[in-house]
T-cell receptor, first 112, second 114 residues
Framework: AQSVSQHNHHVILSEAASLELGCNYS??????LFWYVQYPGQHLQLLLK??????LVKGIKGFEAEFIKSKFSFNLRKPSVQWSDTAEYFC??????????FGDGTTLTVKP | DAGVIQSPRHEVTEMGQEVTLRCKPI?????LFWYRQTMMRGLELLIY????????DSGMPEDRFSAKMPNASFSTLKIQPSEPRDSAVYFC????????????FGNGTRLTVT
């Protein structure tokens, strides 16, 4: 069975700081990788996704993620965070059986 | 498209009562997922359907939980009888195709069992 591990439960940054959230997955087959964001009181929304091609993918709002197959990792990055990026971020893996598994989430707090 | 529609948005009920959560997926989407989100356990997959057929219900906590998808545009998650530990936000999500498609989430139902 697949699993997803997000290393940081809570990250606190000041505005303009750089962000990197770690995500590692465990699965022996082909996977598709996603980052979702959940703003306070809202539902999860897609931030970016990877399923083939260039391992560096760009998403909305200046976010990007890099797939490193040898490390089973899909870390999320943003060069300069804003207060409005305060949210919970979820890494997810979907297998070819269509099942999506989510990490425990990382809460990002950006101080103005 | 209106997106994934869940109802009710909030439900407060007493222990022992039956609770029914409803979901309307995005038209044309052939996968439907039910997730539960709590502070303690994060986001847990309860069950998912493909073309109205349950594919994996291994995440359903116990027999008190049941889910149905009678047609492509409607699904229910029922808890009978409900218990305080069932208090959580329940999300429904749908997707088109399978592994390459992102999930589209509804706004969730916040369930409180007293």
């Amino acid at each position: 069975a697949q699993s997803v591990s997000q290393h940081n439960h809570h990250v606190i940054l000041s505005e303009a700081a750089s962000l990197e959230l770690g995500c590692n997955y465990s699965y022996g087959g082909t996977v598709n990788l996603f980052w979702y964001v959940q703003y306070p009181g809202q539902h999860l929304q897609l931030l970016l996704k990877y399923f083939s091609g260039d391992p560096l993918v760009k998403g909305i709002k200046g976010f990007e993620a890099e797939f490193i197959k040898s490390k089973f990792s899909f870390n999320l990055r943003k060069p300069s965070v804003q207060w409005s990026d305060t949210a919970e971020y979820f890494c997810a893996v979907t297998t070819n059986a269509g099942k999506s598994t989510f990490g425990d989430g990382t809460t990002l707090t950006v101080k103005p | 498209d209106a997106g994934v529609i869940q109802s009710p948005r909030h439900e407060v009920t007493e222990m022992g009562q039956e609770v029914t959560l409803r979901c309307k997926p995005i038209s044309g989407h052939d996968y439907l997922f039910w997730y539960r989100q709590t502070m303690m356990r994060g986001l847990e997959l309860l069950i998912y359907f493909n073309n109205n057929v349950p594919i994996d219900d291994s995440g359903m906590p116990e027999d008190r939980f049941s889910a149905k998808m009678p047609n492509a545009s409607f699904s229910t998650l029922k808890i009978q009888p409900s218990e305080p530990r069932d208090s959580a936000v329940y999300f429904c999500a749908s997707s088109l195709g399978s592994e390459n498609s992102p999930l589209h989430f509804g706004n969730g139902t916040r369930l409180t069992v007293t």
